[in-house]
């Protein structure tokens, strides 16, 4: 049976790794169906000579008897977009599928007449998702729709979304947010925010020498939430505060966090006793 990859940004890391990593997908695909049938010529009947009607004009052109043409089902009568479309969905279902596929996920809460049309045409996107091998997850309780990779070990796959590893510092970032995110929810905080500070503090204490100079950290953990902003985990209200989304249980599962959070304790422990030797 077809199986799916973790969801798009799993977090992927051994239980006694050194590094933990994580992955996204971001590739945008395109699709085109072909439709139609072939369409029978119009039969043509002689007149009578002299008897040519006086209400067309038939000066050059050679006209069927009857005026009348023949009734095109409403599916098969759809207007072209761009020359040679053969196209089946409306424009803006379109947009909304190149948008799932396009983008890290679709919000409910950003995108609420995007959200509303996936919901209502999600068996037609789904369909066209399947012919690429692409598996849409709506997640109505966090108000997300993302993509997932399908994989198989049953027959060949060709594999169209790639994967996009988070590096040590951004993977220590999203544990730090995805246990605020946690912890602020279970007190009934609906949008927990945090500050870049606070941020830095927590993740400073689990960087090494061997992550560069002070300097050269805390860089790279604010360009770590430069990223992480970019693709929607965090949203920068104002400078240096940032509101968590939703999407960061998605990128990180409870499970994958706590396996992140023994690996951290291990880390801590052998440099302490390191530092004790």
Sequence with gaps: MPETTTDP????AGAGGASASATLT???AGEEENVGSDASEPTVSSRAEGSEPDHVDTEGADLPDDPFIAPVAMEDDLDELFPGDRGTL????RRVLVHVL?????????????WKLLLEHQQIIESRMHDLYLRLVVDLGRGLAYKQQVRSDEFEVPILLKDA?????????????RTVFQRESAA????????IEDVEQTVLSYLTDADG????????IRAALERLDREGVIDEETTGRYRISALVEVVLSAEKLAELRAWLRRQQQEQQERENA
Excluded: M
């Design 9 to 12: 940004g799993g977090i992927d």
């Design 165 to 177: 590893p988070y590096n040590r510092t951004e993977t220590l970032v999203l544990v730090h947010l």
């Design 102 to 114: 396009q983008r890290r996920f679709l919000s409910a809460e950003g995108n609420r007449a995007e």
């Design 90 to 93: 409306d424009a803006e279902v």
């Design 188 to 195: 009934g905080e609906s949008a927990p925010r945090i500050d």
């Design 213 to 220: 100079s002070p300097a050269r950290q805390q860089k790279a």
């Design 26 to 28: 971001r590739e945008i």
